[in-house]
C-alpha cells in the first residue's frame, strides 16, 4: 500500500533562515511519481513540482530544491533564504500510476511558519 | 487561460440536506478528481473520473456519496442528507489525457462546506 509520511507537523523558522520539509514515502511499486504542493492560508492548492522513480536528479528552482533519494524513499524539500511569503502548509504525494488510476495519496502536511 | 473552476466557494446545508460541489476542469483536461480536506487531517482521494466515466471511486464513502463527469458541463460531487462530519474542504482537481504517467494534477480553489 501507498503511504506518505511527514513527520514534522510544524516548523518556525525567521526569516532569511534555510528549512527542510522532510517526506518519506512507501510503494511497492518500481514507477511511481512524487510531488510537492503548498497550501497558503488564502487555502488553494499550488502545484510546486513532480518527479518520477527514474530520475533521481535533484532539481532547484530559485529559492527552492528537492531532493530525491530512492535508497532512504525520500524527497525533501528544501527552502533556501525563506521568506515570510513562504508560510504554507506544505503537502508531498505519492501517485503509483498503476491500474489506470492516478489518484494521489498525500502525507498530513507540514505547517511552516516564516517569522519577520 | 482559467485554472480549476469549483464553486460555490463556501456552502452551508443543515443536517439532512443535499448537497452539490461543481468542478469544472482547466480547459483541455478530461481528467478529474475529487480529494476531501478534513480539519487537521490531510488530503484524502475520494473518485477519479474522466468524461462520462467513473474510473476509481475507492475513496468515496459507501453511502449518500456520488459523483459524476457528464459529456457536457461540469462534474458533480453530490453528498445526499448531509451529516456534520461531512464538514469539509473538497477539492477537485483536473490533469490533461497523455499517455504514460501520472501527470501533475491542478487543484481548484475548493468547496468549504460547513453542515450545521
Known amino acids: ?116 | 487561460n482559467a485554472g480549476v473552476m469549483q464553486n460555490p466557494r463556501h456552502l452551508v446545508r443543515r443536517r439532512g440536506q443535499e448537497a452539490r460541489l461543481r468542478c469544472s476542469p482547466m480547459k483541455g483536461h478530461s481528467h478529474v478528481y475529487w480529494y476531501r480536506q478534513l480539519p487537521e487531517e490531510g488530503l484524502k482521494f475520494m473518485v477519479y473520473l474522466q468524461k462520462e466515466n467513473i474510473i476509481d471511486e475507492s475513496g468515496m464513502p459507501k453511502e449518500r456519496f456520488s459523483a459524476e463527469f457528464p459529456k457536457e458541463g461540469p462534474s458533480i460531487l453530490r453528498i445526499q442528507q448531509v451529516v456534520r462530519g461531512d464538514s469539509a474542504a473538497y477539492f477537485c482537481a483536473s490533469s490533461p489525457e497523455l499517455a504514460g504517467g501520472a501527470y501533475e494534477q491542478y487543484f481548484g480553489p475548493g468547496t468549504r462546506l460547513t453542515v450545521t
Open chain 1, 1 to 116: 500500500a501507498q503511504k506518505v509520511t511527514q513527520a514534522q507537523t510544524e516548523i518556525s523558522v525567521v526569516e532569511k533562515e534555510d528549512v527542510t520539509l522532510d517526506c518519506v514515502y512507501e510503494t511497492r511499486d518500481t514507477t511511481y511519481y512524487l510531488f510537492w504542493y503548498k497550501q497558503p492560508p488564502s487555502g488553494e492548492l499550488v502545484f510546486l513540482i513532480r518527479r518520477n522513480s527514474f530520475d533521481e536528479q535533484n532539481e532547484i528552482s530559485g529559492r527552492y530544491s528537492w531532493n530525491f533519494q530512492k535508497s532512504t524513499s525520500s524527497f525533501n524539500f528544501t527552502i533556501t533564504a525563506s521568506q515570510v511569503v513562504d508560510s504554507a502548509v506544505y503537502f508531498c504525494a505519492l501517485s503509483e500510476a498503476q491500474g489506470g488510476s492516478e489518484k494521489l495519496v498525500f502525507g498530513k502536511g507540514t505547517k511552516l511558519t516564516v517569522n519577520p
